[in-house]
């Protein structure tokens, strides 16, 4: 089955950091590109960020450019974002999300609440 | 960036009847579009891609259709599972991905 599991979510501050990290298990992870994505409350979904199987293709959003970086350690299966110079405009359930023709798997989010 | 606008933002419909979801792009995707689903507390989960496509495991009630700038959602024979928010993602012209507002289907 194919799983993943998000965890690293909080409460921070504005102008903190925080780093996210995403337990892939049931696939061949370094095969899929993988992204993250966040629903703020009671909104949409935003398409955050998306790294290749490799890491050699990256790409993000443009409100997290320069803030936000997306990686990924294919000999543990596991995905990361680190959010620096978090805003109150970070705040939302942010999605683990392989990619596959869209997203065809999600994981359960982890939320992330910027407040002073 | 490719614009999705979805309509209507509310559809309410009786269960057992059918339920018909619109999704429009600002320019053509061809047919590389997803539709989602979202019930209250869980993530979404992938029903469509390709545009008509249905994901492994979902019901043959969930149908779509369309090409090019506009997309439908149908599902037919309305269960109680499936008063949800549903979302389109075009996945043709990228970065940036991008979502559709949602549609959300309750019961009438």
């Known amino acids: 089955e194919v799983q993943l599991v998000e965890s690293g979510g909080g409460l921070i501050q504005p102008g903190g950091s925080l780093r996210l990290s995403c337990a892939a298990s049931?696939?061949?992870?370094?095969?899929?590109?993988l992204n993250w994505v966040r629903q703020a409350p009671g909104k949409g979904l935003e398409w955050v960020a998306y790294i290749s199987g490799g890491s050699n293709t990256i790409f993000y959003t443009d409100s997290v450019k320069g803030r936000f970086t997306i990686s990924r350690d294919n000999t543990k299966n596991s995905l990361f974002l680190q959010m620096d110079s978090l805003t109150a405009e970070d705040t939302a359930v942010y999605y683990c999300?392989?990619?596959?023709?869209?997203?065809?798997?999600w994981g359960q989010g982890t939320l992330v609440t910027v407040s002073s | 960036e490719i614009v999705m606008t979805q309509s209507p933002v509310t559809l309410s419909v009786s269960p057992g009847e059918r339920a018909t979801l619109s999704c429009r792009a600002s320019?053509?995707?061809?047919?590389?579009l997803a539709w989602y689903q979202q019930r209250p507390g869980q993530a979404p989960r992938l029903l469509i891609y390709g545009a008509s496509t249905r994901a492994t495991g979902i019901p043959a009630r969930f149908s779509g259709s369309g090409s090019g700038t506009e997309f439908t959602l149908t599902i037919s024979g309305l269960q109680s599972e499936d008063f949800a928010v549903y979302y389109c993602q075009q996945y043709n012209d990228w970065p940036p991905y991008t979502f559709g507002q949602g549609t959300k289907l309750e019961i009438k």
């Open positions: 049931g696939f061949t992870f370094s095969s899929y590109s």
């Open positions: 320019q053509s995707v061809s047919s590389n």
């Open positions: 999300a392989r990619d596959w023709f869209g997203v065809d798997c």
